[in-house]
């Protein structure tokens, strides 16, 4: 499985960006996916993650009613859509994908890594 990230970029504080993970090799079926993101100096941080369904998502608070995660089962894809960026949300964000189907906040359970895409917001 190969995961490709794009979407990232430069925004000013308050605006939106959508981050696109597209998935080769593989369908994502009964996978579980996720975002991470990881600043300079910091330890990569778990953003949001969903099971392949969709029936099931989690974020982390600091993006909770800001950041949506979701899928396209037919373009093998999952999305995610950041409204009301801050300063303090630029880093480099990773779409992730774990066989186990298991949605979990810790980088080790997941098996498939995009190469990350830069998103930076200024004040």
């Known amino acids: 499985v190969q995961l490709v990230e794009s979407g990232g970029g430069l925004v000013q504080a308050g605006g939106s960006l959508r981050l696109s993970c597209a998935g080769s090799?593989?369908?994502?079926?009964?996978?579980?996916l996720a975002w991470f993101r990881q600043a300079p100096g910091k330890e990569r941080e778990f953003i949001a993650g969903m099971d392949w369904s969709g029936g099931s998502t989690r974020y982390t608070d600091s993006v909770k009613g800001r950041f949506t995660i979701s899928s396209d089962n037919a373009k093998n894809t999952v999305y995610l859509q950041m409204n009301s960026l801050k300063p303090e949300d630029t880093a480099v964000y990773y779409c992730?994908?774990?066989?186990?189907?298991?949605?979990?906040?810790?980088?080790?359970?997941?098996?498939?890594w995009g190469q990350g895409t830069q998103v930076t917001v200024s004040s």
């Open positions: 090799g593989r369908t994502f079926d009964n996978y579980a």
């Open positions: 992730a994908a774990s066989v186990t189907g298991t949605m979990t906040r810790a980088p080790v359970e997941y098996d498939y």
